[in-house]
């Protein structure tokens, strides 16, 4: 079956060290993205990468690294410099991202829960 | 700046009963407007999207409206059962100024169907 898998479902942190998140894609996407939930909060892009080898910051970039070596994955490293890492991380993908394709939905992984203490 | 709103923040209504999820948004400068459903500790699963051109969206027990104009979204759900149970979130896809393209998320509208 086609989908997303973000692993793994919970991790857990001390406070300094930096963290990678896997997201892998079985669906041919080229576009894939990373975002953040809080609770009472929608989500909140923090990077999104169009095809393999690019990728742009989104509204809440600063902390964050990812890279886009292979089509399909797209690892996001949280680093010491996020000032709350504590969240829900979900990451998806849709056909590219262009502006013949905004019409194209997400698909969305079940997401990493990440704590850092 | 998009802003995307949803009202209620939670709702809880008997099997059986129909319902009406709200969404509005801020700028009307948008290519389609989307509704997921996400279950505790899950990702979103894509419900219906509405492209700019549609006025409505149906799936089985499931109907979107979208009202560019006003700026409003509503998610109707028919005949409600307790697996209807979850978070529905709705987002908007920017088609002008800084939200080209650009996906924005409201808050979600928790949904409980009680037997």
């Known amino acids: 079956d086609g989908g997303i898998t973000q692993s793994p479902k919970y991790l857990f942190r001390k406070e300094g060290q930096n963290v990678t998140l896997s997201c892998e894609q079985n669906?041919?996407?080229?576009?894939m993205y990373w975002y953040r939930q809080d609770p009472g909060q929608g989500l909140r892009l923090i990077y999104y990468s169009q095809i393999v080898n690019d990728f742009q910051k989104g509204d809440i970039a600063e902390g964050y690294s990812v890279s886009r070596e292979k089509k399909e994955s797209f690892p996001l490293t949280v680093t010491s410099a996020q000032k709350n890492p504590t969240a829900f991380y979900l990451c998806?993908?849709?056909?590219?991202?262009?502006?013949?394709?905004?019409?194209?939905?997400?698909?969305f992984g079940n997401g990493t829960r990440l704590t850092v203490t | 700046k998009q802003e995307v709103t949803q009202i209620p923040a939670a709702l809880s209504v008997p099997e059986g009963e129909n319902l009406v999820l709200n969404c509005s948004f801020t700028?009307?400068?948008?290519?389609?407007l989307q509704w997921f459903r996400q279950d505790p500790g899950k990702g979103l699963t894509s419900l219906l999207l509405i492209q700019s051109s549609q006025r409505e969206q149906t799936s089985g027990r499931l109907n979107a409206s979208l009202d560019k104009s006003s700026g409003r979204s509503t998610l109707y759900i028919a005949a409600s059962q307790p697996g209807d149970s979850a978070t529905y979130l709705c987002a908007a896809r920017g088609a002008g100024g800084t939200s080209y393209g650009k996906l924005t998320f409201g808050q979600g509208t928790i949904l409980t169907v009680h037997p």
């Open positions: 700028d009307s400068a948008i290519y389609n």
């Open positions: 669906l041919n996407h080229d576009a």
């Open positions: 998806a993908s849709s056909t590219r991202s262009s502006h013949l394709s905004y019409n194209s939905p997400l698909h």
